[in-house]
């Protein structure tokens, strides 16, 4: 991938998405789309995407929907085989779905928020990464969230049981801190081969993720919120700005680089995150 500009045309990337058929990830999806990205847009449900495709192809765009249930380890290597399968590089690949406020387990027996926000987009950014090598210069994006600082371990016990909070927000910071300690381990691992990777908070955005709170305190808390579309600019800040091309493994917040919890400075647990991922995901680079 040549170096891009914001404002630059995309025209001849191929740029995987996952959870595009709402919230951010939907806007970040009709930006790319925009400016002239092939887009694979990875989600749970065909027909809830579709109003995504046909807005895209509506405007001449270029866009086709994989299934994915990053909740189904054995849902995400279908997924990456077909994306595999589809026989393109991969420019930049943005693992920006997410749950938060949800209790439970995944298929495979993992703490909903941990398996489903990291495990998944984990053995997903695996399996995929020979594509990602063969696109170089090319970028991993991960969605995380300023929650991330209200952590500072991960209970590798808790993350193999069912949700223990009743919010469910303790969960999703430990899953948010994992997204952070990935995209270092990553660029570890992957920034020599020129596949760079990017942790983005992208806001307090009135997008889905809020449908679990009560109707009238969601419209209200929702007033306060930024959209989906400026949710979207950090996220399209790292997968296409020049100014960014040579960073590898950091944390960025409102389009600029921030300081994340300190304890991701700690190589140890990035890769310590890494070796359980591994064990958990059955799958390495
Ligand atoms: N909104 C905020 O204020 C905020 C703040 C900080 C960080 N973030 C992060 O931003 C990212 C996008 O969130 P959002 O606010 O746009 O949320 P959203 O509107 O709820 O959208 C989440 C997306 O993730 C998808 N998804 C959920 N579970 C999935 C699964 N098991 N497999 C595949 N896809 C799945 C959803 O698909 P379905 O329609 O099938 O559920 C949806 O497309 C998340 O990583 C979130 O943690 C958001």
Aim: aromatic share 8%; charged share 20%.
């Amino acid at each position: 991938m040549e170096p891009a500009g914001p404002l630059s045309d995309l025209a001849g990337r191929f740029i995987v998405l996952t959870g595009a058929n709402t919230g951010i990830g939907r806007a970040t999806a009709l930006a790319l789309a925009a400016r002239g990205a092939s887009l694979a847009l990875a989600g749970r449900s065909a027909a809830r995407t579709q109003p995504v495709l046909d807005a895209i192809r509506a405007v001449g765009g270029d866009a086709r929907f994989f299934l994915l249930d990053l909740a189904d380890l054995a849902a995400v290597r279908r997924c990456a085989e077909q994306l595999r399968a589809h026989g393109r590089p991969i420019d930049v690949l943005i693992n920006n779905a997410g749950i938060a406020s949800q209790r439970g387990l995944t298929t495979d027996g993992f703490e909903l928020a941990f398996g489903t926000n990291h495990l998944g987009h984990f053995l997903l950014t695996v399996l995929l990464a020979d594509r990602l090598r063969a696109a170089a210069p090319s970028r991993i994006v991960n969605l995380t969230s300023t929650s991330h600082y209200e952590v500072a371990r991960i209970d590798y016990d808790a993350v193999r049981a069912p949700t223990r909070t009743f919010t469910g927000l303790h969960e999703y910071a430990i899953s948010k801190l994992a997204n952070v300690l990935f995209t270092r381990e990553l660029a570890r691992r992957l920034g020599p081969s020129g596949v760079h990777s990017y942790a983005v908070h992208p806001g307090v955005v009135a997008s889905d993720i809020w449908r679990r709170v009560p109707w009238p305190v969601r419209a209200t808390m929702k007033r306060f919120m930024i959209s989906n579309e400026e949710g979207a600019a950090t996220a399209l800040y790292c997968a296409t700005s020049q100014a960014v091309a040579d960073h590898d493994g950091r944390y960025y917040d409102r389009c600029r680089e921030g300081t994340p919890n300190p304890v991701v400075e700690d190589a140890a647990l990035a890769g310590l995150l890494w070796t359980r991922s591994v064990r958990f995901a059955g799958a390495d680079l």
